[in-house]
């Protein structure tokens, strides 16, 4: 990768890559610099959203015709909703527990030995040796949503818990593994599957294909006011809608979203496109706290999240659904013990350079408290010991 200096100023590193968000004023807007990227390189990972593009360059020597793309469209870079979030758990022996998660999130090992998604959707999971004993039950946990097809491949053994869909790592590190299914008994709506989002995915042969798509995604979902989610990837385009969105109290729209979907699916069709069923994934980080509305709080600030519009819902959001949902629920304050354990899981927020300082003073700001810094990392724990480590850069 070329030094930052010579990429342009619309671009940051972000967990070793260089990613630029480019601001739309639609979908529509937002899918002729999608097409005209995916046009440049078949590995250039793409994400659009109502509000703009996300870019993250397989090779720094297209940033400079993505950004010129950009300004002839009218689309200016804005680097402030540029971060990435990822999962680190902490054990005594990583090779007893990474097997185990690989099945569970059905990832691949990364460059730098982290478990990655290989569409680069959901958070890394990288496991790191610990020699700290910490024998009692985490305060976080991860939420995983699969087509029922793949929590069966995944082969995790006998489920427990109050839903019976909970499995436990060799280090007792827990992943609610949740079966999907289809989203519409319909016929018009079966590309679809509802794994917590409302998702099809579809292959593609050219990347003319995929720029026709999003294009046709973006205009039928501009035309019912509905934010959809639309991921490129090599030979593949993502519709998605967002965790719960297809509900009618959570998008709050005078919407039937299965409707929106059959179209979207004929749209699919019609450009010679192909539902890959096995494809949809959902993964969400699950927080017990004592006090949840402090605890949530700070999160929101840290992270720069938006809590669910739904007053008993507890979920706080990436505005752009662009890094995971978090989800709290109370714990018993007389698990004492338990609560003043250091979790072995925490979260990593992989920030801009030039804008690690202003994350970190919002985060201390929320009620957050720094642990240590070292080399560009800063550890932060929140009201109750739940720690975000905030990376810059690289």
């Given amino acids: ?11 940051r590193m972000v967990d070793g890559v260089a990613t630029a968000w480019f601001d739309a004023p639609s979908l529509t807007a937002g899918a002729a610099l999608a097409g005209r990227t995916v046009e440049l390189s078949t590995e250039i990972v793409v994400d659009l959203r109502a509000t703009g593009v996300r870019v993250r360059l397989d090779t720094a020597e297209h ?61 890394a999971l ?60 319909r016929t018009e709506a079966s590309d679809w599957q509802a794994v917590f989002s409302a998702m099809a995915c579809y292959r593609t042969t050219s ?66 496109a192909t539902a890959d069923p096995g494809v949809p994934r959902f993964v969400q980080l699950f927080l017990d706290a004592a006090d949840v509305a402090a605890v949530r709080a700070f999160w929101v600030a840290a992270l720069g999240y938006s809590p669910d519009r739904r ?32 979790n072995r899981i925490h979260v990593e927020l992989a920030v801009p350079a030039d804008l690690a300082q202003t994350h970190l003073a919002t985060a201390v700001g929320a009620g957050g408290r720094l642990l240590d810094d070292s080399q560009g990392r800063w550890r932060v724990a929140d009201p109750e010991g739940n720690e975000l480590v905030i990376v810059s850069g690289a």
């Fill in 1 to 11: 990768m070329r030094d930052m200096a010579t990429i342009g100023t619309d671009w």
């Fill in 63 to 123: 940033a400079e015709a993505v950004s010129a793309a950009a300004q002839e469209l009218g689309l200016s870079a804005n680097p402030a909703p540029l971060q990435h979030l990822s999962v680190v758990l902490e054990s005594v022996d990583p090779s007893a527990v990474t097997p185990f998660w690989r099945r569970a999130l059905d990832y691949a090992p990364g460059p730098a030995g982290e478990l990655a998604d290989p569409l680069r959707r959901d958070p």
């Fill in 126 to 185: 990288r496991v790191r040796r610990s020699t700290e004993p910490r024998p009692l039950r985490n305060r976080i946990h991860l939420d995983v949503v699969r087509p029922s097809a793949g929590v069966e491949q995944a082969d995790l053994g006998e489920p427990f818990g109050a839903y019976g869909v909970c499995h436990a790592d060799a280090d007792g590190n827990e992943v609610d593994l949740v079966p999907g299914g289809p989203l519409d008994e």
């Fill in 207 to 272: 990347p003319t294909q995929q720029r026709d798509l999003v294009a046709a995604a973006a205009s039928l979902a501009d035309d019912a006011g509905f934010p959809l989610l639309v991921d490129v990837r090599p030979g593949l385009v993502i519709l998605d809608s967002g965790k719960d969105q297809w509900v009618d109290d959570a998008h709050g729209l005078d919407l039937d979203f299965t409707d929106l979907a059959a179209r979207l699916q004929t749209a699919a069709r019609e450009l010679g």
């Fill in 311 to 342: 007053d008993w819902n507890s979920d706080i959001n990436d505005p752009r659904r662009l890094n995971p949902e978090l989800v709290f629920q109370e714990v018993d304050t007389a698990e004492t013990e338990r609560r003043r354990q250091r």
